[in-house]
């Protein structure tokens, strides 16, 4: 027998934008369901993804910094390292954050519900729970933050054994001697930095010329001259005609010229679709995109007049920070509580090694927006506190308007470059010139002081009139 009831809210989907959609309602005093696939809140950026990454990526580090020092020059890991015991404390860190997200929902009043949901009409949601039991929720606004899933190419057989995806590639038991990595992007850059500085052999291959291609070309150049030096190759312009295991030892990746790259494992980040499979979102009067996305306008409103979208699943910038506030919005929005312009100067963090960040226009985007800029850059391995730390590959630049006063864009690269960037976001939303980057101290030593270096390197060419960099 089905149940059914009526509440103000159901969100769909726990990660970032579902909890601050369902807190907000709930705070503004609404009935709040919130339903989850997945046994546990968070979805797959705190079960699968962000934070597990992030948990080894720590460990790599360690790893390479001991590489790196002196008395350990010698320094590798043993053979036949078991992954889990490179990813230390994550049991802890989740059960951290689970517990914290779960005291956030509860004292704020909203209902969690683990179960499958499928649309039934416009108004109506079926949750349909671990042991078969069913319900019928009538909401008067739905807030649809279910994420993305990793797209699954046709020439590419994910096995979960051999080959992984995003989601499933810190499954493997065992640290592998020899890794491919297909992409190009965020997922592909994290993964395949961070493993080649635990010392695996990895190949990145991509069919762009370079990784990143949506951020600054300094700031990828650096990353794959890191990449590299530490003994990854990096493969652009190359297409992969299909990937497959031979049945023996080895996956192969064959390529468009002729080529075969074999490797012990594959990791397939070819991207990330919407999770909508089972949620029979047609019903709801609903459709993809071309991209396969939900399309909004800009109150995160679908085309259904009660169905709001964030995160993932609307598309870009698919950061977990940004999921957050869309999610928040959404249900403002619905409810008709005041909320402040959407404030556009989002800065964007990788967490690969090295990590690299970014805000506001890049140099291309620059110089085709307002023609001469100016551009003071700082290397890291000039600043003291990178001598100190031995952080030598890294950079901070600075692009300034054509006068060398208003700052477009900052963009980092290098250790500490997710932290460090907020300091430009903030100039950026104050509309600082570049000057207070000078006029301010900063402590000595820290890499900080390389936001001064930059900006009396712009500061110079103004003085001397020279409006090109």
Known sequence: MTSSRHVDLVVIGSGPAGQKAAIQGAKAGKTVV????????GGSCVQRSTIPSKTLRENALRVKNMRMSAELAHYSLPADVELNTLITRLSDVLAAHYAYMSRQISRNGVEFVHGRATFVSPHELRITRVRGDSEILHADVFVIATGSIPRKPDNIDVDHEHIFDSDSILSMLYLPRSLAVLGGGVIASEYASIFQALGVKVTMIDKYPRPLGFLDRDLTDTFVQAF??????????????????????????????????????????????SNVEELEIDKAGLSLNAKGLINVNENLLTSVPHIYAAGDIIGPPSLASASMEQGRRATCNAFGIAVGDTNETIPSGIY??????????????????????????????EIARGQISGIQQGMLKIICDSDGEKILGVMIVGEGAT???????MALLTQSKVDIFVESIFNFPTLAEAYRVAALAIIGKRTRGSHVY
């Not at 932290?419 to 976001?425: A, P, R």
């Open 34 to 41: 919130l339903v989850e696939r997945s046994r546990e809140l």
């Open 228 to 273: 590299e030096a530490m003994g990854g190759t990096w493969l652009g312009d190359s297409t992969v005609t299909k990937a497959y295991w031979n049945g023996v030892n080895a996956v192969v990746t064959e390529l468009d010229d002729g080529r075969q790259i074999k490797s012990d494992k594959l990791l397939c980040a070819a991207g990330r679709i």
């Open 352 to 381: 690969s090694i090295p990590e690299l960040s970014a805000v506001g226009l890049n140099e291309e985007q620059a110089r085709k927006i307002h023609g001469n800029i100016l551009i003071g850059i700082a290397r890291f391995d």
């Open 419 to 425: 932290e460090l960037i907020h300091i430009g976001q």
